[in-house]
Protein backbone atom coordinates (compact mmCIF):
# COMPACT_ATOMS: atom_id res chain seq x y z
CA UNK A 1 0.00 0.00 0.00
CA UNK A 2 1.58 3.64 -1.15
CA UNK A 3 1.69 6.39 0.60
CA UNK A 4 -1.27 7.98 -1.49
CA UNK A 5 -3.93 5.07 0.12
CA UNK A 6 -2.94 5.23 3.11
CA UNK A 7 -3.40 9.47 2.99
CA UNK A 8 -6.66 8.34 0.93
CA UNK A 9 -7.66 5.86 3.88
CA UNK A 10 -7.34 8.20 6.88
CA UNK A 11 -8.90 11.01 4.67
CA UNK A 12 -12.13 8.61 4.24
CA UNK A 13 -11.50 7.72 7.77
CA UNK A 14 -10.01 10.29 9.55
CA UNK A 15 -13.12 11.02 12.11
CA UNK A 16 -13.78 7.29 12.71
CA UNK A 17 -9.48 7.15 13.62
CA UNK A 18 -9.81 10.34 15.44
CA UNK A 19 -12.45 9.16 17.84
CA UNK A 20 -10.94 5.60 18.83
CA UNK A 21 -7.64 7.90 19.92
CA UNK A 22 -10.14 9.60 22.27
CA UNK A 23 -11.76 6.60 23.48
CA UNK A 24 -8.60 5.01 24.12
CA UNK A 25 -7.47 7.73 25.96
CA UNK A 26 -10.86 8.04 27.70
CA UNK A 27 -10.43 4.30 28.67
CA UNK A 28 -7.29 4.79 30.09
CA UNK A 29 -7.64 7.80 32.17
CA UNK A 30 -10.70 5.96 33.88
CA UNK A 31 -9.27 3.12 34.39
CA UNK A 32 -5.94 3.37 35.12
CA UNK A 33 -5.54 2.06 38.48
CA UNK A 34 -9.14 2.43 39.65
CA UNK A 35 -9.59 0.01 42.65
CA UNK A 36 -7.12 2.48 44.56
CA UNK A 37 -8.76 5.71 43.26
CA UNK A 38 -12.40 4.85 43.48
CA UNK A 39 -14.50 5.94 45.81
CA UNK A 40 -15.15 3.27 48.59
CA UNK A 41 -16.87 5.14 52.03
CA UNK A 42 -20.00 4.93 53.70
CA UNK A 43 -22.00 5.09 50.59
CA UNK A 44 -20.57 2.24 49.09
CA UNK A 45 -20.12 0.21 51.99
CA UNK A 46 -24.04 0.55 52.60
CA UNK A 47 -24.80 -0.17 48.49
CA UNK A 48 -22.27 -3.35 48.35
CA UNK A 49 -23.56 -5.12 51.45
CA UNK A 50 -27.00 -4.41 50.05
CA UNK A 51 -26.30 -5.89 46.54
CA UNK A 52 -24.34 -8.89 48.39
CA UNK A 53 -27.88 -9.93 50.26
CA UNK A 54 -29.50 -10.29 47.13
CA UNK A 55 -26.74 -12.30 45.83
CA UNK A 56 -26.16 -14.24 48.84
CA UNK A 57 -29.31 -14.21 50.55
CA UNK A 58 -32.06 -13.69 47.57
CA UNK A 59 -33.62 -10.89 49.17
CA UNK A 60 -35.00 -9.05 45.93
CA UNK A 61 -35.37 -5.89 47.73
CA UNK A 62 -37.37 -3.31 46.70
CA UNK A 63 -35.54 -0.57 48.55
CA UNK A 64 -32.64 1.62 46.98
CA UNK A 65 -30.10 3.58 48.70
CA UNK A 66 -30.88 5.93 51.47
CA UNK A 67 -29.72 8.67 53.45
CA UNK A 68 -30.67 10.54 56.96
CA UNK A 69 -28.33 13.15 58.20
CA UNK A 70 -30.07 15.42 60.39
CA UNK A 71 -33.10 16.02 59.61
CA UNK A 72 -32.29 16.03 55.99
CA UNK A 73 -33.94 12.42 54.25
CA UNK A 74 -32.74 11.10 50.58
CA UNK A 75 -34.23 8.41 49.11
CA UNK A 76 -33.43 6.90 45.80
CA UNK A 77 -34.22 3.83 43.62
CA UNK A 78 -33.16 0.08 43.56
CA UNK A 79 -32.48 -0.19 39.98
CA UNK A 80 -28.70 0.89 40.85
CA UNK A 81 -28.37 -2.34 43.31
CA UNK A 82 -29.28 -4.59 40.21
CA UNK A 83 -26.96 -2.64 37.30
CA UNK A 84 -24.53 -2.91 39.49
CA UNK A 85 -25.18 -6.98 41.09
CA UNK A 86 -24.11 -9.15 38.22
CA UNK A 87 -20.45 -6.78 38.31
CA UNK A 88 -20.15 -7.54 42.33
CA UNK A 89 -20.90 -11.32 41.52
CA UNK A 90 -18.68 -12.12 38.57
CA UNK A 91 -15.82 -10.13 40.45
CA UNK A 92 -16.19 -12.86 43.56
CA UNK A 93 -17.82 -9.74 45.47
CA UNK A 94 -14.83 -7.38 44.93
CA UNK A 95 -16.28 -3.63 44.22
CA UNK A 96 -14.12 -3.29 42.04
CA UNK A 97 -16.40 -5.04 39.49
CA UNK A 98 -18.78 -2.54 39.79
CA UNK A 99 -16.86 -0.04 39.24
CA UNK A 100 -15.14 -0.90 36.22
CA UNK A 101 -18.59 -1.73 34.93
CA UNK A 102 -19.74 2.26 35.93
CA UNK A 103 -16.48 3.19 34.05
CA UNK A 104 -16.99 1.56 31.32
CA UNK A 105 -20.13 3.43 30.87
CA UNK A 106 -18.56 6.34 31.37
CA UNK A 107 -16.16 5.17 28.45
CA UNK A 108 -19.40 4.20 26.10
CA UNK A 109 -21.11 7.55 26.94
CA UNK A 110 -18.16 9.68 25.38
CA UNK A 111 -18.86 7.81 22.24
CA UNK A 112 -22.44 8.51 22.84
CA UNK A 113 -21.90 11.69 22.62
CA UNK A 114 -20.22 11.74 19.59
CA UNK A 115 -23.04 9.69 18.05
CA UNK A 116 -26.14 12.05 19.33
CA UNK A 117 -24.26 15.48 18.29
CA UNK A 118 -23.43 14.19 14.97
CA UNK A 119 -27.42 13.12 14.19
CA UNK A 120 -27.88 17.22 15.09
CA UNK A 121 -24.91 19.06 13.85
CA UNK A 122 -21.44 18.36 12.13
CA UNK A 123 -18.99 15.84 13.09
CA UNK A 124 -16.16 18.33 13.63
CA UNK A 125 -17.78 20.26 16.27
CA UNK A 126 -18.78 15.93 18.27
CA UNK A 127 -14.80 15.63 18.20
CA UNK A 128 -14.42 18.58 19.30
CA UNK A 129 -17.03 18.66 22.37
CA UNK A 130 -16.12 14.75 22.79
CA UNK A 131 -12.26 15.34 23.32
CA UNK A 132 -12.85 17.75 26.23
CA UNK A 133 -15.55 15.67 27.30
CA UNK A 134 -13.27 12.66 27.49
CA UNK A 135 -10.76 14.45 29.41
CA UNK A 136 -12.87 16.65 32.06
CA UNK A 137 -11.44 16.11 35.42
CA UNK A 138 -15.00 16.10 36.89
CA UNK A 139 -16.50 13.88 34.52
CA UNK A 140 -13.89 11.67 34.98
CA UNK A 141 -14.16 11.75 38.60
CA UNK A 142 -17.85 10.90 38.41
CA UNK A 143 -17.92 7.79 36.64
CA UNK A 144 -14.72 5.54 38.29
CA UNK A 145 -16.93 4.14 41.34
CA UNK A 146 -20.34 2.71 41.56
CA UNK A 147 -22.34 5.43 43.19
CA UNK A 148 -26.14 6.04 41.97
CA UNK A 149 -25.47 8.99 39.95
CA UNK A 150 -22.72 8.58 38.45
CA UNK A 151 -24.65 6.17 35.70
CA UNK A 152 -26.62 9.21 35.09
CA UNK A 153 -24.80 10.32 31.93
CA UNK A 154 -24.85 7.41 30.51
CA UNK A 155 -29.00 6.76 30.57
CA UNK A 156 -29.38 10.36 29.88
CA UNK A 157 -27.42 10.38 27.13
CA UNK A 158 -29.72 6.96 25.31
CA UNK A 159 -33.05 9.21 26.68
CA UNK A 160 -32.04 12.16 24.44
CA UNK A 161 -31.06 9.73 21.30
CA UNK A 162 -34.44 7.74 21.83
CA UNK A 163 -35.70 11.95 21.47
CA UNK A 164 -33.60 12.00 18.61
CA UNK A 165 -35.30 8.99 17.17
CA UNK A 166 -38.53 10.90 17.83
CA UNK A 167 -38.07 13.42 16.53
CA UNK A 168 -37.33 11.94 12.88
CA UNK A 169 -40.21 9.54 13.20
CA UNK A 170 -42.58 10.24 16.27
CA UNK A 171 -43.59 6.85 16.29
CA UNK A 172 -45.31 5.07 19.66
CA UNK A 173 -41.95 2.57 20.14
CA UNK A 174 -39.30 5.65 20.55
CA UNK A 175 -42.00 7.48 23.16
CA UNK A 176 -42.44 4.82 25.28
CA UNK A 177 -38.68 3.97 25.34
CA UNK A 178 -37.84 7.50 26.13
CA UNK A 179 -40.18 7.57 29.13
CA UNK A 180 -38.74 4.19 30.45
CA UNK A 181 -35.38 5.61 30.57
CA UNK A 182 -36.57 8.65 32.33
CA UNK A 183 -37.58 6.69 34.62
CA UNK A 184 -34.19 4.55 35.24
CA UNK A 185 -32.81 8.11 35.86
CA UNK A 186 -35.54 9.33 37.92
CA UNK A 187 -34.50 5.87 40.13
CA UNK A 188 -30.35 7.45 40.07
CA UNK A 189 -31.26 10.55 40.99
CA UNK A 190 -34.61 12.80 41.56
CA UNK A 191 -32.82 15.44 40.30
CA UNK A 192 -32.72 14.14 36.20
CA UNK A 193 -36.58 14.61 36.40
CA UNK A 194 -35.78 18.01 34.53
CA UNK A 195 -34.71 16.14 31.84
CA UNK A 196 -38.68 16.05 31.22
CA UNK A 197 -38.30 19.74 29.67
CA UNK A 198 -37.06 18.44 26.88
CA UNK A 199 -39.46 16.09 25.45
CA UNK A 200 -42.31 18.71 26.73
CA UNK A 201 -40.16 21.02 24.12
CA UNK A 202 -40.65 18.31 21.36
CA UNK A 203 -44.38 17.85 22.27
CA UNK A 204 -44.87 21.57 21.61
CA UNK A 205 -42.92 21.34 18.62
CA UNK A 206 -44.68 18.80 16.95
CA UNK A 207 -48.16 20.32 18.03
CA UNK A 208 -47.05 23.24 16.62
CA UNK A 209 -46.17 21.93 13.12
CA UNK A 210 -49.90 20.79 13.26
CA UNK A 211 -48.06 17.28 11.27
CA UNK A 212 -50.11 15.03 13.76
CA UNK A 213 -53.46 14.61 14.69
CA UNK A 214 -55.52 14.96 18.22
CA UNK A 215 -54.99 11.39 19.43
CA UNK A 216 -51.18 11.72 18.92
CA UNK A 217 -50.88 14.49 21.73
CA UNK A 218 -53.39 11.51 23.76
CA UNK A 219 -51.44 8.19 23.23
CA UNK A 220 -47.91 9.58 23.18
CA UNK A 221 -47.76 11.61 26.70
CA UNK A 222 -50.24 9.03 28.48
CA UNK A 223 -47.58 5.95 26.74
CA UNK A 224 -44.11 8.52 27.76
CA UNK A 225 -46.27 8.81 31.49
CA UNK A 226 -47.15 5.21 31.88
CA UNK A 227 -43.43 3.55 31.40
CA UNK A 228 -41.88 6.64 33.38
CA UNK A 229 -44.32 5.37 36.42
CA UNK A 230 -43.74 1.59 35.22
CA UNK A 231 -39.75 2.14 35.32
CA UNK A 232 -40.64 3.32 39.44
CA UNK A 233 -43.85 1.08 40.52
CA UNK A 234 -40.61 -0.51 43.03
CA UNK A 235 -41.79 2.98 45.55
CA UNK A 236 -45.38 2.35 44.65
CA UNK A 237 -44.92 -1.38 46.32
CA UNK A 238 -42.52 -0.59 48.84
CA UNK A 239 -44.96 1.88 50.40
CA UNK A 240 -47.80 -0.43 50.27
CA UNK A 241 -45.94 -2.86 52.03
CA UNK A 242 -44.13 -0.46 54.25
CA UNK A 243 -47.12 2.02 55.75
CA UNK A 244 -46.11 4.66 52.87
CA UNK A 245 -42.30 4.78 53.74
CA UNK A 246 -41.66 6.86 50.64
CA UNK A 247 -44.39 9.40 50.49
CA UNK A 248 -44.30 9.94 53.85
CA UNK A 249 -40.33 11.43 52.97
CA UNK A 250 -42.18 12.94 50.32
CA UNK A 251 -44.60 14.57 52.49
CA UNK A 252 -41.99 15.75 54.94
CA UNK A 253 -39.63 17.83 52.05
CA UNK A 254 -43.31 19.31 50.58
CA UNK A 255 -44.86 20.64 53.35
CA UNK A 256 -42.83 19.64 56.80
CA UNK A 257 -41.68 21.50 59.13
CA UNK A 258 -38.26 24.00 59.06
CA UNK A 259 -36.16 21.56 59.85
CA UNK A 260 -37.59 19.30 57.61
CA UNK A 261 -38.66 20.71 54.69
CA UNK A 262 -36.45 20.32 51.57
CA UNK A 263 -38.12 23.10 49.28
CA UNK A 264 -38.13 26.63 50.38
CA UNK A 265 -39.53 29.65 47.65
CA UNK A 266 -36.58 32.07 48.92
CA UNK A 267 -36.14 34.84 45.77
CA UNK A 268 -32.45 35.48 46.49
CA UNK A 269 -32.06 31.30 46.50
CA UNK A 270 -34.15 30.95 43.51
CA UNK A 271 -32.25 34.22 41.93
CA UNK A 272 -28.44 33.59 42.91
CA UNK A 273 -28.68 30.03 43.19
CA UNK A 274 -28.76 28.97 39.96
CA UNK A 275 -26.15 31.61 38.37
CA UNK A 276 -23.84 30.52 41.17
CA UNK A 277 -23.87 26.21 40.53
CA UNK A 278 -24.05 27.13 36.58
CA UNK A 279 -20.40 29.10 36.71
CA UNK A 280 -19.82 26.46 39.43
CA UNK A 281 -20.26 23.91 36.54
CA UNK A 282 -18.47 25.14 34.29
CA UNK A 283 -15.06 25.62 36.25
CA UNK A 284 -14.93 21.87 37.20
CA UNK A 285 -16.08 21.10 33.88
CA UNK A 286 -13.04 23.39 32.17
CA UNK A 287 -10.53 22.85 35.57
CA UNK A 288 -9.80 26.72 35.34
CA UNK A 289 -10.76 29.16 38.73
CA UNK A 290 -14.64 30.40 39.05
CA UNK A 291 -13.58 34.07 38.95
CA UNK A 292 -12.32 33.26 35.35
CA UNK A 293 -15.47 31.19 34.32
CA UNK A 294 -17.76 34.13 34.53
CA UNK A 295 -17.91 35.63 31.18
CA UNK A 296 -18.24 31.96 29.93
CA UNK A 297 -21.42 31.70 32.36
CA UNK A 298 -22.74 34.65 31.05
CA UNK A 299 -22.01 34.29 27.65
CA UNK A 300 -23.89 30.55 27.96
CA UNK A 301 -27.23 32.41 29.55
CA UNK A 302 -27.12 34.62 27.04
CA UNK A 303 -27.05 32.09 24.40
CA UNK A 304 -29.99 30.06 26.45
CA UNK A 305 -31.93 32.93 26.37
CA UNK A 306 -31.68 33.50 22.35
CA UNK A 307 -32.27 29.70 21.80
CA UNK A 308 -35.59 29.73 24.12
CA UNK A 309 -36.26 32.96 22.27
CA UNK A 310 -35.96 31.46 19.12
CA UNK A 311 -38.00 28.10 20.03
CA UNK A 312 -41.14 30.59 21.39
CA UNK A 313 -41.28 32.83 18.52
CA UNK A 314 -40.28 30.61 15.44
CA UNK A 315 -40.91 27.00 16.50
CA UNK A 316 -37.10 26.57 16.45
CA UNK A 317 -35.64 23.33 17.80
CA UNK A 318 -32.30 22.27 17.73
CA UNK A 319 -30.30 19.84 20.44
CA UNK A 320 -29.17 23.49 22.23
CA UNK A 321 -32.53 24.35 23.02
CA UNK A 322 -33.13 20.80 24.84
CA UNK A 323 -30.04 21.48 26.88
CA UNK A 324 -30.56 24.91 27.61
CA UNK A 325 -34.18 23.81 28.61
CA UNK A 326 -33.55 20.78 30.63
CA UNK A 327 -30.23 23.04 32.60
CA UNK A 328 -33.45 25.54 33.01
CA UNK A 329 -35.31 23.17 34.64
CA UNK A 330 -32.31 21.60 36.90
CA UNK A 331 -31.70 25.41 38.03
CA UNK A 332 -35.56 25.34 39.03
CA UNK A 333 -34.70 22.52 41.27
CA UNK A 334 -31.49 23.85 42.23
CA UNK A 335 -33.48 27.13 43.47
CA UNK A 336 -36.30 25.56 45.62
CA UNK A 337 -33.98 22.68 47.10
CA UNK A 338 -30.10 24.50 47.50
CA UNK A 339 -29.43 22.73 50.93
CA UNK A 340 -29.35 19.54 48.33
CA UNK A 341 -27.53 21.19 45.34
CA UNK A 342 -24.18 19.36 44.60
CA UNK A 343 -21.78 19.45 41.46
CA UNK A 344 -22.97 16.01 40.05
CA UNK A 345 -26.79 16.96 39.71
CA UNK A 346 -26.35 18.04 36.23
CA UNK A 347 -23.99 15.39 35.21
CA UNK A 348 -26.70 14.01 32.40
CA UNK A 349 -26.11 17.50 30.84
CA UNK A 350 -22.50 18.15 30.98
CA UNK A 351 -21.53 17.35 27.20
CA UNK A 352 -24.33 20.20 26.19
CA UNK A 353 -22.41 22.77 28.42
CA UNK A 354 -19.29 22.02 26.88
CA UNK A 355 -20.98 21.53 23.10
CA UNK A 356 -22.71 25.53 23.68
CA UNK A 357 -19.36 27.09 24.29
CA UNK A 358 -17.38 25.30 22.36
CA UNK A 359 -19.89 25.58 19.23
CA UNK A 360 -19.58 29.28 20.44
CA UNK A 361 -15.49 29.06 19.91
CA UNK A 362 -16.05 27.79 16.49
CA UNK A 363 -18.50 30.54 15.00
CA UNK A 364 -15.55 32.81 16.30
CA UNK A 365 -12.98 30.68 14.83
CA UNK A 366 -14.77 31.03 11.67
CA UNK A 367 -15.58 34.80 11.56
CA UNK A 368 -12.09 35.85 12.38
CA UNK A 369 -10.37 32.91 10.22
CA UNK A 370 -8.02 31.38 12.57
CA UNK A 371 -8.92 27.97 12.29
CA UNK A 372 -5.56 26.48 12.62
CA UNK A 373 -4.55 28.90 16.13
CA UNK A 374 -8.22 27.70 17.36
CA UNK A 375 -7.03 24.14 16.93
CA UNK A 376 -3.84 24.52 18.26
CA UNK A 377 -5.31 26.18 21.19
CA UNK A 378 -7.51 23.63 21.34
CA UNK A 379 -5.03 20.37 21.49
CA UNK A 380 -3.05 22.79 24.16
CA UNK A 381 -5.91 22.51 26.53
CA UNK A 382 -6.94 19.25 25.78
CA UNK A 383 -3.32 18.26 27.51
CA UNK A 384 -4.10 20.91 30.01
CA UNK A 385 -6.92 19.19 30.77
CA UNK A 386 -5.05 15.59 30.95
CA UNK A 387 -2.48 17.64 33.41
CA UNK A 388 -5.45 18.17 35.73
CA UNK A 389 -6.43 14.61 35.97
CA UNK A 390 -3.26 13.94 38.20
CA UNK A 391 -3.39 10.59 37.25
CA UNK A 392 0.14 9.71 39.56
CA UNK A 393 -1.58 11.32 42.68
CA UNK A 394 -1.58 9.29 46.05
CA UNK A 395 -5.05 7.76 46.82
CA UNK A 396 -7.27 9.91 49.38
CA UNK A 397 -8.79 8.43 52.38
CA UNK A 398 -11.76 7.73 50.76
CA UNK A 399 -10.11 5.79 48.22
CA UNK A 400 -7.55 3.33 48.47
CA UNK A 401 -9.92 0.18 48.86
CA UNK A 402 -6.89 -2.45 48.68
CA UNK A 403 -6.22 -0.71 51.80
CA UNK A 404 -9.47 -0.93 53.42
CA UNK A 405 -9.37 -4.50 52.18
CA UNK A 406 -6.52 -5.53 54.11
CA UNK A 407 -7.11 -3.74 57.21
CA UNK A 408 -10.58 -5.57 57.16
CA UNK A 409 -8.43 -8.86 56.71
CA UNK A 410 -6.36 -8.59 59.85
CA UNK A 411 -9.74 -8.08 61.69
CA UNK A 412 -10.71 -10.92 59.91
CA UNK A 413 -7.93 -12.97 60.53
CA UNK A 414 -8.35 -12.08 64.38
CA UNK A 415 -11.93 -12.69 64.50
CA UNK A 416 -12.24 -15.85 63.21
CA UNK A 417 -10.69 -17.34 66.78
CA UNK A 418 -13.40 -15.18 68.63
CA UNK A 419 -16.55 -16.65 70.59
CA UNK A 420 -17.36 -13.50 71.84
CA UNK A 421 -19.33 -10.59 70.61
CA UNK A 422 -17.35 -8.50 68.71
CA UNK A 423 -17.70 -5.16 66.67
CA UNK A 424 -15.69 -2.46 64.87
CA UNK A 425 -15.63 0.90 65.03
CA UNK A 426 -13.18 3.63 62.64
CA UNK A 427 -11.48 6.75 63.92
CA UNK A 428 -9.80 7.24 60.31
CA UNK A 429 -12.57 8.82 58.82
CA UNK A 430 -15.88 10.74 59.59
CA UNK A 431 -17.64 7.36 59.53
CA UNK A 432 -16.97 5.92 62.94
CA UNK A 433 -19.27 2.60 62.20
CA UNK A 434 -17.01 1.60 59.79
CA UNK A 435 -19.17 0.54 57.03
CA UNK A 436 -16.78 0.35 54.54
CA UNK A 437 -15.02 -2.55 56.82
CA UNK A 438 -18.12 -4.40 57.41
CA UNK A 439 -18.70 -5.02 53.91
CA UNK A 440 -15.12 -6.56 53.63
CA UNK A 441 -15.77 -8.48 57.17
CA UNK A 442 -19.01 -9.61 55.77
CA UNK A 443 -17.28 -11.07 52.78
CA UNK A 444 -14.67 -13.04 55.34
CA UNK A 445 -17.36 -14.54 56.90
CA UNK A 446 -17.40 -12.24 59.97
CA UNK A 447 -20.66 -10.85 61.74
CA UNK A 448 -20.21 -8.36 63.82
CA UNK A 449 -22.95 -6.56 65.61
CA UNK A 450 -24.96 -3.70 64.69
CA UNK A 451 -24.34 -0.21 64.75
CA UNK A 452 -26.72 -0.07 67.40
CA UNK A 453 -25.27 -2.52 69.57
CA UNK A 454 -21.65 -1.07 71.18
CA UNK A 455 -22.28 -1.11 74.20
CA UNK A 456 -23.10 -4.63 74.45
CA UNK A 457 -20.26 -5.73 72.49
CA UNK A 458 -17.84 -8.15 74.41
CA UNK A 459 -14.40 -6.87 71.88
CA UNK A 460 -14.25 -4.21 69.57
CA UNK A 461 -11.50 -4.05 66.86
CA UNK A 462 -10.55 -0.23 66.12
CA UNK A 463 -8.90 1.36 63.55
CA UNK A 464 -7.21 4.42 63.78
CA UNK A 465 -4.38 6.73 62.70
CA UNK A 466 -3.05 7.23 66.33
CA UNK A 467 -1.50 5.02 68.96
CA UNK A 468 -3.54 3.76 71.36
CA UNK A 469 -3.31 6.40 73.92
CA UNK A 470 -4.39 9.31 71.46
CA UNK A 471 -7.33 6.80 70.12
CA UNK A 472 -8.06 6.58 73.80
CA UNK A 473 -9.31 10.55 74.28
CA UNK A 474 -11.70 10.31 70.67
CA UNK A 475 -15.16 11.53 71.59
CA UNK A 476 -16.81 8.95 69.28
CA UNK A 477 -19.62 7.05 70.74
CA UNK A 478 -19.10 3.64 69.51
CA UNK A 479 -15.64 3.39 71.48
CA UNK A 480 -16.64 5.07 74.70
CA UNK A 481 -17.72 1.75 76.79
CA UNK A 482 -14.08 0.95 75.69
CA UNK A 483 -11.77 3.51 76.82
CA UNK A 484 -10.57 1.89 80.62
CA UNK A 485 -9.72 -1.12 79.08
CA UNK A 486 -6.36 -2.37 77.55
CA UNK A 487 -5.80 -1.73 73.64
CA UNK A 488 -3.61 -4.72 72.10
CA UNK A 489 -2.38 -3.45 68.32
CA UNK A 490 -2.79 -6.28 66.17
CA UNK A 491 -0.87 -4.94 63.14
CA UNK A 492 0.15 -1.11 61.66
CA UNK A 493 -0.49 -1.02 57.59
CA UNK A 494 -0.59 2.21 55.41
CA UNK A 495 -0.36 4.47 58.44
CA UNK A 496 -3.63 2.97 59.82
CA UNK A 497 -3.07 0.91 63.05
CA UNK A 498 -5.38 -2.20 64.18
CA UNK A 499 -6.16 -2.43 67.72
CA UNK A 500 -8.20 -4.89 69.27
CA UNK A 501 -9.80 -3.97 72.91
CA UNK A 502 -11.53 -7.10 74.76
CA UNK A 503 -13.74 -6.37 78.15
CA UNK A 504 -13.04 -8.31 81.12
Not at 85 to 110: E, K, R
Not at 230 to 241: E, G, Q, S
Not at 392 to 408: A, D, G, I, K, Y
Not at 432 to 449: C, S
Amino acid sequence: MDVSHIKAFFCKKKYLIILSFILLLAGFVRLYQIESKMRFIWDEGRDMMAIRKIITKKDLTLFGPYNELGTEKDFFGVFHYYLMLPWLWLADFNPVGSAIFTATLGIISVALVYQLLSMWSDKKLALAVVAVYALSPVVIKYVIWPWNPNTMPFFGLIYLIFLRKFFEKPTLLWTGLAGLTLGLLFQLHYFSVALVVPWILMMIWKKRKQVENLSFFIFHPILFACMFLLANINFLLFDLTHQGFYFKILKESLIGNSSTKLINFVLQNIIFSPFTFTNQTFAKLLAISEQFTWPITIAFLGYGFIKIKEFINNNYLQLETMVVGGWLGLMILIGMMPTLSNDYYGSYLWFGLLMIIIKGLFKASAHHGHRFIFTIAGVLFCVKLLVSIDLFRQPTWQENMPLVRQLSGVVAKDALSQTRSLNIASLSDSDTRATRYRYFLDVDGIKPLGIDDYSQSKILYVISPHDAEKSRQNSAWEISTFTTYQWQLLDSIGGANVFKVEKD
